[in-house]
């Protein structure tokens, strides 16, 4: 069964738009919830990562924003560039290490 | 300087063959990961290694088997491999403890003729 369910599974938006992407889960003991970003041909890579302790975190034009009562965690990716286009992957974790992923959207940004 | 490498890349073969990916690490991690990633890019851990015992071990059959020499390599083989077999495998590290990132490779793509 699916742990943590992730969409849309598929987004189109203008340069210089905002990207938003939604997760939720169901099993409260997770406490490290990642956010990675995969390019054609490449692993995924680690883009941000958030503590269910906190409620909001920014790193340039990446936001988390997560909400521990409903579950639920976001993306926003502002000012969406071409470069931003990808997959992303919202994943969630126990204490050791087991990770479980979403099933991505893949995010196209057009020029 | 490739932090997490995989070998081979591509890995095309006939149904019923055991083949071998191998992935290094040269972070000084001391947990190693094998992940599957289908035709719909659908992510699931496969096993997880911790100097060198076993700590995760998914319900994968039992054709799948980790080897791990040491902290800084992590083998996957498979034997008798089926069409379904078909998919990007990727091989991951991290330190041990909870919300410690993990850092991927570049995936080994594995197509069963």
């Known amino acids: 069964q699916q742990q943590v369910k992730q969409s849309p599974q598929s987004l189109i938006v203008q340069k210089g738009g905002i990207s938003i992407i939604n997760c939720a889960y169901e099993?409260?003991?997770?406490?490290?919830f990642p956010w990675y970003q995969q390019f054609p041909g490449k692993g995924p890579a680690l883009l941000i990562a958030?503590?269910?302790?906190?409620s909001e975190k920014k790193e340039g034009r990446f936001t988390i924003s997560f909400n521990k009562s409903a579950k639920q965690f976001s993306l926003h990716i502002m000012d969406s560039q071409p470069g931003d286009s990808a997959t992303y992957f919202c994943?969630?974790?126990?204490?050791?290490?087991?990770?479980?992923f979403g099933a991505g959207t893949r995010l196209t940004v057009k020029p | 300087d490739t932090a997490v490498s995989q070998t081979p890349k591509y890995l095309v073969t006939q149904m019923g063959n055991d083949k071998s990916i191998k992935c290094e690490q040269n972070?000084?991690?001391?947990?190693m990961y094998w992940y599957k990633q289908d035709s719909k890019k659908f992510l699931k851990i496969m096993f997880s290694?911790?100097?060198?015992?076993?700590?995760i071990n998914e319900t994968v059959p039992n054709r799948f088997s980790p080897k791990s020499p040491d902290k800084a390599h992590l083998n996957l083989h498979i034997n008798s491999l089926e069409l379904g077999d078909s998919a990007v495998y990727f091989c991951?590290?991290?330190?041990?403890?909870?919300?410690?990132?993990?850092?991927f490779g570049d995936g080994t793509r594995l197509s069963i003729l």
């Open positions: 991951a590290s991290s330190l041990l403890g909870g919300n410690q990132p993990q850092h």
């Open positions: 099993n409260t003991a997770f406490d490290y």
């Open positions: 958030i503590r269910p302790d906190v």
């Open positions: 994943a969630a974790s126990y204490n050791n290490n087991d990770m479980r």
């Open positions: 972070l000084g991690h001391d947990t």
């Open positions: 290694y911790n100097n060198k015992e076993l700590i």
